[in-house]
């Protein structure tokens, strides 16, 4: 179950390195090893008040007796429970405590299993071995977990399970830089464990999320396993064979059963809990480097970004603007405190923000508040003898908190609130808290050892003997560091680029805890910013575990300033923020431009053309080459940037309100095609294609020299997003649809809107967030071919959702070009934050063009031939338009201004009426045999389908002309 592979160990001892060798044999070497596989007891399954369980015995091992238990969740989701009946004084296995998830390690409850379960437990019996095992099926009885070849000791957990069909695609069991489905290729090991190790092709990286989901579009079949297991463990794929091996803790199944692969997905975010909804302005651009070496290189940034023209929201600093690399310091030279104070106070005056970086490593030093007084609150992790755990990383030799203490917690919270109170930051960038160190194991260092290295210089090849062997960096001859197997795919140890595994942390040894250590500091820092300030927080986490999403965004990590497939570069970003997205953390976004390597103009183009529609859109580079900053390249690269960007700005009301249905349990914001259209078997395939909530698919451009598309669309009506034209009705089959882009240069995406939807969009964008929002918010109506569409916005502040009245407001419409209306209608709140909420709505209705425009011999062109009313009722009672109306009618558009209560409270009807009824033109055909086509400009007939668009808008008066004035959104 695991490839043959020779792996080393190192150990330092007085400056001597011995070299040893260890075999990780076959499945058959490891159940010798390990004792005989389980098999269940002949008396089957026993009733109990709380469902089910069975016993489990083995001829050899660690232990003798295991415990089977089958809990009832809900009528779709269920937990297998298999853990040790450990003798009267022993040490029972490690479970991942409530800390992290609520209620796990509550005792199987006294509610027994209701009716209509979809779901069944038993024992089955293999017809051609004779293995016993536990099973898991569906109300249908089709097998959807099984606990075959079943391996169960102190450091060793392993089960097989099988799926039949060999249509069912695997997928977001993570972090990897790999495929998005996970059984694209046989006989593949992928292991989890947070590694800070770049974004290798199919190593592990940042994050653990032990979640596979599976989906059949054949046999219809959609469910997901999450093994709550927080050790070093992998998945082994072989044929139709899933291993799962881990090393340690028990076996621990929540299985979700639903009919879509979105209802599995959002099953699972209910229970690991809301994801995290930032403020407002987070959703604006974010630029970084690490190497803004003074603080004028950052002041250089803000004016460069000024005179380009292009928006720019949050400035960031990595770790150059710290004193010896110590967290919670300024250096005086470089980035002095007052001028820097001085300069994030401009850039609030500008309605800008501005974060950094922050590790969890604290400098070991006497002279060093954040050290000492960390030391009087016993706020770091210990070794085994009870000293403070030692190694080394950026600040030199290093402690390390234990967040999951509450006493470190306190003290984390008081280090923040110092800190803030001289540099008010306007959010936390959490970074090395894999835990990541330069040294294996621990280091025995006196508190005021000099640190000698020089990090211009330094020889990282040479940084063990060099530097952690001299200082006594060892690692405890423990079987914790020295599993019997080896679960990583990476080549390293468990210790290796971390802390020793003997290291002690109130909820359990670092080797029991490792995986969710980022995610305690993310709580840690995210309950001490919301005390502090009273509004949500933004953070931003590298390192991170199941529930991470309630307390943080994500970025991909040190990615590369490459193409293809495999690099960590612009195509593998795509499955990374998707994976993300599954994960329950739809904050994310990668590094635009690359973290690593040099980018090119056409890659950094592209990469923004993608980026924009990342939630989190943020440029940051390394110190290889010169900077990627936009305004760097040329006038042509900085227009298409500041094209891809200002549409960004004029979604930010969609991200937001996809953002608060994330948090709602409503499903992921960035979504793989096959979320949205299970049926279709054609999107059970790698692309990069991916939708953005139910309304908006993008097909990013990533190839090198490419100048076009392809956009698979499915059944339905599909709109151009930025022209508002109707690009095909796909009827029978869907097909591919190649994209032709004029240029590089040529500016935003085609990307496309799917019928039936309304998309809320800001009116006109602007530099900042701030006064983008000062524009309204607008809407644009997607008819599908029954001529209906509906949407939602969601208004809030920045204080938290619990302690406001959020303000929701619903839109449908239907219509045709002869004929439409429009509805859209409030919460019901008695208030609403009236500062997003204007009180004029202008009413863009858009239609295909019109043949013969401008024929006086068409009356239905002439505005006296349009009538429109407007009603706060169904009954139409006509409401006082606003004053100075401007009635425009065009071959492809009316608009026309209505009123909207402050409150969001009213309700208001919009009627139109076309006095000439247009005739249809004929249905645009579906995609060829080929499946391909090219769509071109202007608009591809439809079936007597309207397009139209509502904005909600504060409209501006024009003092010398008297009329309201606003912004077309194409």
């Known amino acids: 179950f695991i490839d043959n592979v020779i792996q080393t160990r190192a150990m330092y001892s007085g400056g001597v390195s011995r070299l040893l060798l260890a075999v990780v044999f076959v499945w058959y070497a490891i159940t010798a090893v390990a004792g005989s596989p389980f098999v269940p007891t002949a008396n089957g399954w026993t009733k109990t008040t709380y469902g089910e369980t069975t016993t489990l015995s083995a001829s050899s091992g660690d232990y003798t007796t295991l415990t089977v238990e089958a809990m009832f969740m809900t009528p779709t989701m269920m937990r297998l429970r298999v853990k040790p009946v450990v003798a009267a004084g022993g040490v029972e296995p490690f479970v991942v405590p409530d800390d992290i998830l609520k209620g796990n390690t509550a005792a199987a409850n006294d509610t027994t299993a209701a009716i209509d379960v979809a779901y069944a437990t038993g024992i089955s019996t293999d017809a051609v071995t004779g293995e016993s095992f536990v099973y898991v099926a569906d109300a249908n009885g089709k097998r959807l977990v099984e606990l075959r070849r079943l391996v169960f000791s102190k450091q060793l957990v392993s089960f097989t399970t099988l799926y039949s069909s060999g249509s069912?695609?695997?997928?977001?069991?993570?972090?990897?830089?790999?495929?998005?489905?996970?059984?694209?290729?046989?006989?593949?090991?992928?292991?989890?464990?947070?590694?800070?190790?770049?974004?290798?092709?199919?190593?592990?990286?940042?994050?653990?999320?032990?979640?596979?989901?599976?989906?059949?579009?054949?046999?219809?079949?959609?469910?997901?396993?999450?093994w709550m297991n927080s050790h070093a463990q992998n998945v082994h794929i072989e044929s139709h064979n899933v291993t799962f091996t881990a090393v340690g803790g028990i076996i621990d199944l929540y299985v979700f059963v639903d009919t879509t692969p979105l209802g599995v997905v959002r099953q699972y975010h209910q229970l690991i809990g809301p994801s995290a909804v930032p403020p407002y302005w987070a959703l604006g651009v974010h630029q970084c480097r690490w190497g803004y070496t003074n603080l004028s290189d950052v002041e250089a940034v803000v004016a460069g970004y000024e005179s380009a023209n292009i928006p720019l929201e949050v400035v960031w600093n990595d770790i150059d603007y710290m004193e010896k690399f110590r967290v919670f310091t300024t250096d005086p030279t470089r980035y002095p405190e007052a001028a820097l104070r001085t300069f994030v106070d401009k850039l609030h005056a500008k309605n800008m923000r501005y974060v950094q970086i922050t590790d969890p490593g604290v400098a070991q030093a006497d002279n060093y508040s954040v050290y000492t007084s960390g030391i009087e609150s016993n706020a770091f992790i210990h070794t085994q003898d009870g000293s403070v755990l030692i190694n080394a990383v950026w600040p030199g030799w290093t402690a390390f908190p234990d967040f999951t203490l509450p006493s470190a917690q306190a003290w984390w919270a008081d280090q923040i609130a110092t800190y803030r109170s001289t540099i008010p930051i306007d959010g936390m960038w959490l970074d090395m808290n894999e835990l990541g160190t330069f040294c294996g194991g621990q280091c025995n260092v006196a508190v005021g050892t000099p640190w000698s290295v020089d990090w211009n210089t330094v020889d990282w090849n040479r940084f063990t003997i060099d530097i952690c062997m001299p200082n006594n960096c060892t690692v405890v001859e423990s079987p914790l560091n020295y599993p019997p197997v080896n679960p990583l795919q990476n080549g390293f140890q468990l210790f290796n680029k971390t802390l020793d595994m003997t290291g002690v942390l109130r909820l359990g040894s670092y080797y029991e805890t490792k995986t969710f250590y980022g995610l305690m500091e993310a709580k840690s820092s995210h309950d001490a910013l919301l005390a502090q300030t009273g509004t949500r927080p933004f953070l931003l986490t590298r390192a991170s575990f199941v529930g991470s999403g309630r307390y943080s965004a994500h970025w991909t990590g040190d990615n590369n300033a490459q193409w293809e497939r495999g690099t960590g570069g612009?195509?593998?970003?795509?499955?990374?923020?998707?994976?993300?997205?599954?994960?329950?953390?739809?904050?994310?976004?990668a590094d635009i431009g690359g973290f690593s390597g040099i980018t090119t103009e056409e890659?950094?183009?592209?990469?923004?053309?993608?980026?924009?529609?990342?939630?989190?859109?943020?440029?940051?580079?390394?110190?290889?080459?010169?900077?990627?900053?936009?305004?760097?390249?040329?006038?042509?690269?900085?227009?298409?940037?500041?094209?891809s960007l200002l549409n960004k700005y004029r979604l930010l009301p969609y991200y937001f309100t996809c953002l608060v249905d994330a948090h709602d349990g409503l499903g992921p914001v960035l979504r793989h095609m096959s979320l949205q259209f299970p049926d279709e078997l054609q999107v059970y395939q790698e692309s990069t294609q991916f939708m953005v909530g139910d309304a908006i698919t993008v097909p990013p451009v990533v190839t090198q020299g490419e100048n076009s598309t392809a956009m698979f669309l499915p059944l339905g009506e599909w709109y151009s997003l930025w022209s508002g034209n109707h690009m095909v009705t796909v009827e029978g089959?869907?097909?591919?649809?190649?994209?032709?882009?004029?240029?590089l240069y040529d500016g935003a995406l085609v990307v496309g809107a799917y019928g039936g939807n309304i998309v809320?969009?800001?009116?006109?964008?602007?530099?900042?967030?701030?006064?983008?929002?000062?524009?309204?918010?607008?809407?644009?109506?997607?008819?599908?071919?029954?001529g209906e569409a509906s949407g939602h916005l969601v208004?809030?502040?920045?204080?938290?959702?619990?302690?406001?009245?959020?303000?929701?407001?619903?839109?449908?419409?239907?219509?045709?070009?002869?004929?439409?209306?429009?509805?859209?209608?409030?919460?019901?709140?008695?208030?609403?934050?009236?500062?997003?909420?204007?009180?004029?709505?202008?009413v863009r209705v858009s239609f295909p063009t019109l043949p013969d425009c401008g024929n006086s011999a068409t009356p239905y062109y002439a505005p006296a031939n349009v009538s429109i009313s407007i009603g706060s009722t169904d009954d139409m009672t006509v409401l006082p338009l606003v004053r100075n109306v401007t009635l425009n009618l065009t071959c492809s558009s009316i608009s026309f201004m209505l009123p909207v209560g402050v409150d969001a409270t009213t309700v208001f009807t919009a009627r139109w009426i076309v006095g000439v009824p247009q005739t249809p033109s004929p249905t645009a055909s579906s995609p060829s045999d080929s499946k391909t086509g090219a769509i071109v400009g202007g608009c591809i007939g439809g079936i007597a389908i309207v397009v139209f668009t509502v904005a909600i808008v504060m409209w501006r008066r024009r003092e010398s002309e008297g009329e309201a004035d606003y912004t077309p959104l194409s």
Request: glycine content about 8%; overall charge negative.
């Open 760 to 786: 809320p969009m800001h009116e006109t964008p602007a530099m900042t967030v701030t006064a983008t929002q000062a524009s309204g918010v607008g809407l644009r109506a997607f008819m599908d071919s029954a």
């Open 570 to 589: 612009i195509y593998d970003s795509v499955q990374a923020v998707l994976g993300s997205n599954l994960w329950g953390i739809p904050m994310v976004g």
């Open 795 to 842: 208004i809030a502040s920045d204080v938290p959702l619990d302690q406001q009245v959020v303000t929701r407001m619903n839109f449908t419409a239907s219509g045709s070009m002869a004929s439409g209306v429009l509805t859209t209608m409030g919460n019901g709140e008695t208030r609403a934050n009236t500062t997003r909420l204007p009180t004029a709505v202008t």
């Open 168 to 226: 069912q695609r695997m997928y977001g069991y993570g972090e990897h830089d790999y495929y998005y489905f996970i059984n694209n290729v046989n006989n593949v090991t992928l292991s989890l464990w947070n590694t800070d190790n770049g974004t290798p092709w199919q190593k592990p990286m940042y994050g653990v999320h032990p979640t596979v989901f599976h989906s059949d579009p054949i046999l219809q079949r959609h469910f997901a396993t999450m």
């Open 603 to 643: 890659l950094l183009v592209r990469w923004y053309q993608l980026g924009a529609y990342y939630p989190f859109t943020r440029n940051h580079h390394g110190l290889d080459g010169p900077g990627q900053e936009p305004y760097r390249f040329s006038q042509a690269a900085q227009a298409s940037i500041r094209t």
């Open 733 to 743: 089959d869907s097909g591919f649809w190649i994209i032709a882009l004029d240029e």
